[in-house]
């Protein structure tokens, strides 16, 4: 996989981001989740540069190689979507379509929330919309459980050493285990282990948890732009019944259930992944 590494000075940090593709292509931006970086997406940019496009790959603040600012207030979702517009902003391309994957979902969900002229087309993976996240939270025992690990990632200090122990044992466990056999490689494994190494990585990482208990996103806003949402119903941390909701809350909204696949679906199943996405902005562009 070939790719360029750039450095973007934005909002009091910088952000180390992978770019592939003709510079001159139509633009995806991909956005990573937890624990992940750039390399959740390797099966993605490769594809898509071959094709064509331009396709951009940040490590978010806190992660790999950018910028790692103190404390959880840094890391609020507020921070974290102006980030990626005004990386939209200074791309030569300055109207994208957004990708993103769990918390990388959040983001491009609260990005078309909030800067919806920014962007063409909006993908999510297993991530619901906010407004539903929040209700299924506060109606559903069963998500509220799914979710209890956050309510950990609360206490100071305690979750970054139980996670580092051992290799960061627990991390590489919780990836394997709820992925489908053989997702991820020992190699796949080790870079991340780099990523999680970086120093102040592990605290920025669990500091977007810590700082998700204030959110201030607008409420029962509807997505305006087309919009794919892509979900692995085999999820072990959010649940299948939050998708149809969430694609509801778009006026112009595509479901793509895959029944065999887990929260790790770009993963898992990268050739359909690929192909849906590919055909959705195609169907796109012709409707324009």
């Not at 996989?1 to 952000?15: D, P, R, T, V």
């Not at 990626?84 to 491009?108: C, M, S, T, Y």
């Not at 087309?226 to 119903?233: D, N």
Request: charged share 20%; aromatic share 12%; glycine share 6%.
């Amino acid at each position: 996989m070939a790719f360029e590494i750039q450095y973007y000075q934005l909002n009091g940090i910088k952000l180390h981001v992978v770019e592939a593709g003709p510079a001159d292509g139509e633009v995806l931006l991909f956005l990573h989740g937890f624990p992940e970086f750039f390399w959740g997406w390797r099966h993605q940019i490769d594809f898509f540069a071959k094709l064509g496009y331009r396709v951009i790959a940040p490590n978010q603040r806190g992660y790999h190689l950018s910028s790692k600012p103190a404390g959880k207030k840094a890391y609020r979702m507020k921070q974290l979507t102006s980030d990626i517009a005004e990386l939209i902003r200074l791309l030569p391309h300055q109207k994208v379509n957004l990708v993103g994957h769990d918390w990388g979902g959040a983001v491009a969900w609260s990005v078309a929330i909030h800067y919806p002229q920014l962007l063409q087309k909006l993908i999510v993976l297993n991530l619901p919309h906010p407004q539903v996240m929040r209700n299924f939270l506060k109606s559903r025992p069963k998500q509220w459980l799914k979710s209890s690990y956050v309510g950990f990632f609360q206490i100071p200090f305690l979750p970054e050493k139980l996670l580092s122990m051992r290799n960061y044992r627990l991390l590489e466990r919780s990836m394997i285990r709820t992925s489908k056999p053989g997702t991820f490689s020992s190699d796949d494994m080790l870079r991340y282990k780099q990523a999680w190494r970086q120093r102040g990585a592990l605290t920025a990482m669990i500091n977007w948890y810590r700082a998700a208990l204030s959110g201030t996103l607008k409420k029962n806003q509807k997505i305006q732009l087309p919009t794919l949402l892509i979900w692995g119903k085999q999820d072990q941390f959010l649940s299948h019944e939050m998708a149809q909701p969430s694609i509801e809350m778009c006026e112009s909204g595509r479901l793509e259930m895959i029944p065999d696949a887990t929260h790790w679906v770009q993963h898992e199943k990268a050739e359909l992944v690929n192909r849906l996405i590919l055909e959705f902005i195609s169907d796109c562009k012709s409707n324009d």
